[in-house]
Each structure stands twice: as C-alpha cells, then as structure tokens.
C-alpha cells in the first residue's frame, strides 16, 4: 500500500519535509528554464499563509484566483488550505461578468489576479462582490502594496503555523464551465481530493525523479488533483508550459517522463506522425505501419513472428528513436482523462514505446472514477474502479442490454453543487450514488468503456439515437478535418459542421484545382471531406453518416466560447451560431 493522506495539508508538510532539497517547479525564463526547490515552495506558502491570516481568512472563508498555471498559483492554494479556508480557481479566458458571477456564488472574501490587466478587471469587478476584501496581483510593480511577493515577504517575517483541516472540510469549488448555462461550483473535501491522491498511490506510485511538462489548467480537476497534488505528494517535478504552441520545443527541453494530456493532443501528435510517414519512402512506410501494427499485437498479448520482430527493431532505430526524442527522449507514460481517447490513437502512441494510461472520471468525482494502471491496462477501455470506488451501469435509462448510465459510488463523490438543490437532486442519489450523464458498458474483467454523453444523444425522425461524441473523435483523425458537430435531431438524416483543417487543405486544393478563396464552398472540398467521413468513420452506421456538410475555416476554440477550458465542445454555443446555416442544408 501506498503513502495515505488525511488532508492536503497534511500532503503538503510531508512533501516539503522529504524532498526539500529536489527541485519542484519550472519556469520556462528567456530560452531556458529557471527552477525552485520544494523547499522554496515552503517559505513562500509559509509566508502567503501568514499573509492570508493578517488579511482575515480563516476557517470557511474563499480564496479565489485567475490565473494560468504558475508557482504563485500553487503557493497560493497551499496557503490557503493552511487557513482551513477553500481554494476557487478560475480561467484567465473566462470574460469579467463569469468571474463576478462565481465570485459572487462562493462569496470570495479574496481574489488574486495574474496579469496586470486581469488585476485591474477584478478591482472593478471588486465594485459588484461584497464579501469581497481584497484584490491581489502577482505580475505588479515591486514594492506594490496588492503584490503577492510583498505579501509573502512580510508573512515570513511573522509566522503563522498551519491549520490542519477535517476530511469532511471543504478544499475548494471547481467550477465547471458546463456545455450549457452558468457554471456550477463542484464543492470537494479535503477528504474527496485525498481519496484520489491515495488511489494513485495504491496503483500508479511515481519516482520522485519523474517530470511532467504542466499544460492542462490546474484549475480543472484533472490537472489539479492527478498532476498538482498527485506529482507534488510523490516529490516529482513540473515544468510550467508557457503557451501550447510552445509544447512541442518544450517538451524537447523539458525531456519529462509523464505527459498528463487530453485525446486533442495526442490527436495531433497521431495526425502530425501520419502525415510525416506519408511523405517518406515507401519502404520506411511500410516498415513504420508493420512495426506498429507488431507492437500492437504485442501489447494485446499476441505471439509475433520473427519477421515483425525484425521490423519493429530496425523501426525503432530508423523512426521510433526519433519520434521519442521529439518527445524529449525519457517519456515514459502518457496519461489521458477528460474525453475518450480513440482505441487506434493510444495504440499508436503505445506502439512508439510510451505506455498509454487512459482513465475516466469528472470533477464531481474529484476527478478519477477509473483507471488503467500497471499490469492492469486495456487500451480503447478507461481501466477499472480504483480503490474504495464502484461502478454501477443503469441500463434503465437507455432501455439498451448492454449500455448504460454510469453510477458511481465511493469517497471521491463530491460533497454538492454550491446553492444548486434542484440540480444535486438530480445528480446525487440516495443511496450515496453519483449519476454521472455518461454512457458506458463493463467488460466481464471490469474493465469500463464510454459509449457516449446521454444529454448529448438525440433521436432522428426515424426513431433511431444518435450518441455524437464518439463519432466526431473518430472523424477527428483525419487530416483534413480539425473539429467537426453533428446535427440532426428530428431529422431524417445527419448533416455535420466540419471545421477543415486549412493548411492541410490548402496544398490539396492546389493540385486539384480548387480556388483558396473556395475552400468552404467548393464541391470538391465538400466530396473530399464526406469521403473522408466515410473513411475515419468506421463504427458510423449508415443512419448516422452526415449527407451534406457545412464547412467552416474557424476552429472551435475557447476564445469564441465553442470550447470549455478542457476542449469539450459547447454545443449549445456552436448552434447559437450556426443553427440557422446548418437547418438550411434539409430545406437545401
């Protein structure tokens, strides 16, 4: 068994008193990297502590932030739970009146403010919050009196001990940014939070030499718990991507040896190796594919023959290798949560020799329900129960024999949505169940595969459902296909919006003659991309293959609100748009 922890506290001085002198994080300065020790991290928590208790937070009150990861991030919700107070993250893309209005929900009696900009934004947001106290800024002028370094500097001069909070008291809310409506404050305990760090530690124990290059938002669940607190309580190291155009020449710096990600990014590094290999010799292809396809079955536990043994040696030599070192050249492991993963994507990157761990779960559950682990690992599944959870399929609510609601039950249930009643009724049963809105189905060994989102699925005039998500992952693959959403409830058909994927469609409409300025209306840019539909969507039924297609340039982001912060599409957002345009294919 694994390390135990009974509050994140706790977590905290066990870390900082073991490996003290190991670096902790990484930030990227000029063109190299400058890093603190976890003994750095200590006196600076220690100090915003004492900070936070001269400014009146105490046991109850709300801290927030906006703010992308960054040390003075974790500083600051470390301190925090050292006031026995709660932590609320937000987004730096969220717009000024979404922060006022969480601010306002979880009654924050402080907030903190990255940027300069975002500082000033929240001091006139400050006007329409009255719990709020203070505003603090952490990119201001030295010596400034709102600055987090001149907080922490005092604070270490008069030092404050640590509270030790409960299991049952309240860590933080994580609001989800949610596909519709406002956002909605998951309440977590320290206990619900703990649940998950001791989970990992059961089945999945990190070296304190591990690395992670920090990309996915701390504050979403799956960044927060399974790399902040998760890595941070095993003593490994994060290096704080700076921008995801950046992640690629990072990661050669970086050289970490986990990758936390969602499917979106290994999308690309799948789409970006298929099209590389398509413009090699024809021996080095078909070397690459047959390597790959070898350690595939290798994977699956399937005998090969000498001659794929062979192939996957000199592969690995001539390709592999290369792709690794891209990668940094210690990857290890690639850990994906937050959407499914498509089966042939996590065999790819499996195959180039970095074990693929996919898990599921969602903020309610703090956030892990499941998950694949060492010597238990199904790739195309997202693993089984972890410790102390268990997972239940209502097929009630699909009236289907073997696909069902998800019903999950354990220590990792959040405590509540805050000041929602109606929508907690909704979700949280009484038999101490959490109703999670996601398909699945469990194999005879445990193991749980995603079928779908129930809100998401719609009926056609035919009677027939249609689950969208899985099937736009598919489609995603292609190389000229970016984004795509479809459309078609109480319709006779499907059509889809297809975002195309403009440079690599631009030097396609070049050979065939197709007008830049045509890209979105040409039919010969329409037939190319129904035709790649057809080919990446292999599991489409033939009810559920889109007939006309509305193309668009512009990608679903969260700029323009079409995405959440973890790259979950906003369908309600998307339709609000193009609704009338995509209604106009039937009358067509």
């Known amino acids: 068994m694994g ?48 900070a936070l208790a001269g400014m009146g937070v105490g046991p109850g009150d709300r801290v927030a932030i906006v703010s992308d990861n960054r040390p003075e991030w974790a500083i600051a919700c470390y301190a925090t739970y050292g006031r026995k107070a709660s932590f609320i993250p937000m987004y730096e893309a969220q717009k000024p009146d979404e922060w006022e209005f969480i601010l306002n929900d979880c009654q924050a009696k402080v907030v ?63 609001y989800t940014s949610g596909t519709t409506g406002k956002p909605k404050g998951v309440i977590l305990s320290h206990g ?20 992670s290059l920090s990309f996915l938002p701390w504050a979403h669940s799956f960044g927060q718990t399974c790399e902040l607190h998760g890595l941070l309580s095993m003593g490994a190291s994060m290096a704080i991507n700076d921008d995801i155009p950046n992640l690629l020449p990072n990661l050669a710096t970086v050289q970490p040896t986990i990758l936390f990600a969602v499917p979106r990014i290994f999308n690309r590094v799948y789409d970006n190796l298929n099209k590389q290999m398509a413009e090699r010799p024809g021996f080095i292809r078909s070397l690459f594919y047959k390597a790959v396809a070898a350690r595939t079955s290798v994977a699956k ?27 940094g050249g210690n990857l290890k492991y690639a850990i994906s949560g937050s959407a499914a993963l498509n089966r042939d994507v996590a065999q790819f990157i499996d195959a180039l020799g970095i074990e693929v761990y996919e898990g599921y779960g969602l903020t309610e559950t703090s956030p892990i329900a499941t998950a694949n682990f060492p010597g238990n690992r199904k790739i195309g599944s997202v693993g089984k129960a972890i410790p102390e959870v268990r997972i239940v399929i209502d097929r009630s609510v699909t009236g289907d024999a073997e696909n069902g609601e998800i019903v999950i039950y354990g220590p990792n249930i959040m405590q509540g949505y805050h000041n929602r009643p109606e929508e907690n009724a909704l979700v949280l049963q009484e038999d101490g169940g959490f109703r999670s809105g996601d398909m699945g189905r469990l194999d005879s060994d445990g193991y749980l595969y995603i079928t779908g989102r129930i809100k998401e699925q719609y009926k056609l005039e035919n009677g027939k459902y249609v689950v969208p998500a899985p099937l736009e992952e598919e489609v995603k693959l ?26 690599a469609l631009e030097p396609w409409a070049a050979v065939n003659g197709v007008p830049v300025g045509q890209l979105e209306s040409n039919p010969k840019v329409h037939e190319l991309l129904l035709g790649e539909i057809k080919k990446y969507g292999q599991s489409f039924k033939g009810y559920e293959r889109p007939v006309k297609l509305l193309i668009t340039l512009e990608d679903f982001t969260t700029d323009n609100g079409m995405l959440t912060p973890t790259m979950k599409l906003k369908r309600r957002n998307v339709l609000a748009k193009y609704e009338a345009e995509l209604e106009a294919l039937y009358a067509a």
């Not at 006139?124 to 203070?134: A, F």
């Open 301 to 327: 536990g399937e005998p090969i023959g000498l001659g794929d043994r062979l192939a996957v040696l000199i592969a690995d030599m001539l390709v592999f290798t290369k792709v690794r070192a891209r990668l």
């Open 3 to 50: 390390e135990k922890f009974g509050n994140l506290v706790e977590l905290f001085e066990k870390s900082v008193a073991r490996f003290g002198a190991r670096e902790l994080f990484g930030v990227k300065d000029g063109d190299g990297w400058t890093w603190s020790t976890y003994a750095d991290f200590a006196r600076q928590v220690d100090g915003f502590r004492a």
């Open 192 to 211: 619900n939070l703990c649940s998950n760090i001791n989970a990992i530690h059961s089945i999945f124990v990190f070296e304190s030499t591990d690395r």
């Open 112 to 174: 903190i403010g990255s940027k300069p900009d975002i500082y000033e934004k929240l001091l006139r947001v400050k006007e329409n919050v009255p719990s709020l106290t203070r505003v603090l800024g952490i990119d201001l002028p030295a010596g400034h009196a709102d600055r987090i370094a001149t907080h922490v500097e005092a604070g270490q001069k008069n030092p404050v001990p640590a509270e030790q909070p409960g299991w049952g008291d309240v860590a933080g809310l994580i």
């Open 478 to 503: 292609s190389p000229y296909i970016a984004n795509i959403m479809l459309h078609g409830a109480n319709h006779e058909h499907n059509v889809a919006l297809v975002v195309a994927d403009k440079a």
